[in-house]
């Protein structure tokens, strides 16, 4: 048996908009599920009676309609590697639609279309076999003029869940088939346009534009704004036009027609091409601030719904994304559209992948196999012909995660031929032989310093012709910085190399949406599934739900993150404040559609305010602008002075109103500690000031009328995703949160040692030690009265012994036995912020609601970390606890959930909040890293035992006070 391509589908073609006429077959469908392809039915079942049929919605997933349950894998398939036959298992649904045939489609040729039919399918019209399909996200047409009717025609579609197909449609994904995108009948007038090409090229030199028109039948182009009106056919020069690029997405309408037909299209000029190793657009180099972009929705499934997709990618604009990576296959056709005229750069990604053959170190791998060579070739020619017009795409993507092979450069050939305008990428040969771009994964930092410095060193004598191939290409990280859960770390490093390096030209984040799905839980609310939630004998678990929003778009703080570090402005205040330091990242214009509007706050009141004149500041240049004297005068602060320059929208766009604040830069002055003195009491080992102890073991219980406990020593955290991995640097070691269990830090036990006061102090020491082990921390805690309600806590942590592993964090955690109500604090907010995830983040007066205390992740763990808090009140039902440092700024987490609940959970939907409120004071903490894909935590972000010192002034209010 041979891998087959699809049969009887008509040659690809453009996706075009045309004033023919057009009949929506989408809607209830009749449908028959079968268990495998033995098992379905034979005989006339193309045209027998579906009326006991049950009901389906297309476009739509059969699995996601009660008919079955998804499973989602990786790169595991889920049945035997053994090309190229499918399991025996394997679901076969049958559907029927009965339509007539509108009466604007009659009597002329007519094509049926399917954008989208998960894996393979069979075609039957009236009886008629029309052909068979593969590629699951390609478009599929036929010819059916001889078979349709005026009325009573009955289509029917036989699917099956996995086919030969399937071996190269492994991407890291839900398995969900079905006819999922849109069936369409298309009338197709005598003398019509079939086919449109049009590349529209731009000469940065002289600003004019050029159109190669290749039609298949006599036409005429006409584009009003250009005042073009010639014969549709070969190269047509069009004078000056504005081009077209992600920063300025100029379209002009365009419309080729004949006597039958009128096309509409939306032409961008723009040229692509790379130069001494650098990515140019329109003779600039660029810079791709990316994501790569599955489509997800997490109740359809792959269905698209016009409304969502533009407000996701108004979303991405408003985080300062310019680019998508349409991972890995072709998205929705009117996605490209959007692209087009929202503004993005695109890798248009074949649909293919053939991951699973890494199980078997890549042996009997198609895409080295001859016998595969023309279903490679015609997923790429499906992918290429029908996105050919849109000009945000500027690369053509072989696919992903495929191996090496012979076939993959005969796609890339094919390509180059049939479209020179565009590059070709392919990340999975390093080698890039056959590639325009040299493209990695999860490459470490110290590679991607190395490649970006080969442009700027001399080559070894000894390279080969490869090497020296590779060393002309501009490089991109595909995929870099893994969104899942609290991540990902380590990204503003990776950018800061691709700004001083002029060969790299980013990257694009995995990725950008998590592919929860939504499910019915047993009391009825809704909740987010993933891998092994349906009982797969095969899954990656939540391997799935890692992205930088959530699947119902919510913003997790990694895009938050990302959107500051790759922020097409940097501001930067000179030391004295006298002048504000600008540098313009943007690629292709001036600053001059934002507006920059400072402000100063002192102890949180505004005492000035102004506006900052940036106009004429050239793209890829710095410059740097007085500022008035009201932003730098020296004032009296209690706890900080703070001047904030942020730069933002001057107008309304289609993606955000004015105003949106597109970067954000500060100068912070702190105040000076001024050591309070002591109240006049005296201190007992159950009392000191407002603060009352337990005097059998020296812990707080009651500040004021607050009940509260502690502190109590914490170096350990309720794992991230990325602690549960092994970093890529780090293969041979095993995970963080594996290490931290081996080394005893996630069940610490404390011993008391003294109480003794002294005047009006009380002086307790503990060791907190580790289970099997003879490593602990000695802890002394001095404890002041200041007044009635406050005292003042002296903090000494040593370490003890030989420790085997990094912390996760040293600090000091309370419990209060009442449920958190919110935050008020100053510090870095509003969201949350690690040591290597701290970009997004500013210095102000925050509030906190409790909603926003964590973050809502749907495996659950560590979440939430404030940084840089120098004050902050923790509100409670009970009343409220405030805390001021008197020494150096600390982490603050609040939490509705101790870490051993959060790290036994594996759903957030079961998660129960046990009425308490925990309360985390952290002198050091560790990053998040990004080792579920990636290197792991950056030493410089990593927390060596060590010891730790820290003053606070610790005040309780009652409730409502």
Known sequence: MHPQVSAGTLTPRARLTSDAPEQLLDGKWRFRLSSSLRGAPAGEWQTANSAHWAEIDVPGHWNLQGF??????????????????????????????????????????VVLRFDGIESAAEIWLNGDLLGTTRGSRLTQEFDVTASLRESGNQLAVRVM?????????????????????????????????????????????????????????????????????????????????????????????????????????????????????????????????????????????????????????????????????????PPHPEVLDLFDELGFYIIDECDLESHGFEHSEWRRNPSNDDAWREAYLDRIRRTVNRDKNHPS????????????????????????????????????????????????????????????RETEEPAPIAATAAEMHRRTLPFIQCEFGHAMGN?????????????????????????????????????????????????????????????????????????????????????????DRSRVELANRYDMVTLDHLELVWRRKVDGVEVASGVLEASGIEPRSRTSIPLAEAASDVVETKIADVLTIEARLRDRTSWAPAGHVVSVGEDVRAASQELPEPADVVATTSRVGAASFNAVDGALTALGELPIAGPSVGIWRAPTDNDRYPGWDEVDLPPFADRWHESGIDRTVSRFISAEPESASLTVRTRTGTPIRETGIEGTFTWTALSSTAVRLDVTLEPRGNWTADWARLGLDFVIPSPPQGLEFFGLGPGQSYPDSASGVSHDWWSVERKDLTVDHVRPQESGSRRDVREATVQTDAGALTVRTLSQPFALTISPHSRQT?????????????????????????????????????????????????????SAAPTGS
């Open 68 to 109: 079955e349950s998804p499973a989602y894998s990786n790169h595991q398939m889920p049945f035997p590697l053994d090309p190229p036959y499918p399991p025996d298992v394997n679901q076969i649904g049958d559907y029927r639609v009965d339509f007539d045939t509108d009466a604007a489609l009659q009597r002329q040729r």
């Open 161 to 329: 869940q996995f086919s030969d197909a399937s071996y190269i449609e492994d991407q890291d994904m839900w398995w969900l088939p079905g006819i999922f995108r849109s069936v369409t009948l298309l009338a197709r007038p005598e003398g019509g346009l079939d086919d449109v090409f049009v590349i529209a090229d731009y000469d940065p030199a002289t600003g004019a534009g050029m159109l190669d028109v290749q039609v298949d039948v006599d036409a005429r182009l006409t584009i009003p704004a250009l005042n073009v009106d010639a014969v549709a056919k070969g190269q047509i020069k069009v004078g000056p036009v504005e081009p077209w690029s992600a920063e300025t997405p100029t379209l002009y309408d365009a419309e080729i027609s004949t006597s039958t037909e009128k096309v509409r299209l939306r032409i961008g000029f723009r040229r692509v091409h790379t130069e001494g190793a650098r990515l140019f657009v329109n003779g600039r180099p660029i810079m791709l601030r990316g994501v790569n972009r599955h489509e997800h929705n997490p109740d359809k499934g792959r269905v698209f719904e016009p409304e969502r997709v533009r407000a996701e990618l108004s979303l991405m604009k408003r985080h300062n994304i310019n680019a998508v990576r349409t991972s890995h296959y």
């Open 393 to 452: 795409v500027i690369m053509w993507s072989l696919g992903n995660e495929a191996g090496t092979g012979a076939n993959l450069e005969a796609m890339s050939a094919w390509v180059k031929s049939f479209d020179p305008s565009r590059l070709v990428h392919y990340e999975g040969d390093w080698s890039s032989t056959y590639v325009d771009v040299y493209s990695r994964m999860y490459a470490s930092h110290e590679e991607v310093v190395q490649i970006g």
């Open 487 to 575: 991540g990902p770390g380590g990204v503003a490093e990776y950018w800061d190399l691709f700004e001083q390096h002029p060969r790299l030209a980013g990257g694009f984040i995995w990725e950008w949406i998590e592919h929860g799905l939504a499910v019915a839980g047993a009391d009825g609310a809704r909740r987010i599934a993933y891998g092994g939630d349906f009982g797969e004998v095969v899954h990656d678990g939540n391997f799935v739900i890692d992205g930088l929003v959530s699947a119902d778009l919510e913003p997790r703080p990694g895009l938050i993150d990302y959107a500051a570090i790759i922020a097409p402005v940097r501001i930067a205040v000179a030391a």
């Open 902 to 954: 959060l790290a036994a959970t594996t759903h957030n939907a079961d998660l129960v909040a046990d009425g308490n409120t925990y309360v985390s004071i952290d002198i050091a903490q560790s990053g998040v890293g990004t080792a579920t894909c990636g290197p792991g935590i950056l030493q410089r972000y990593r927390v060596a035992p060590q010891p730790g010192r820290i003053s606070l002034i610790l």
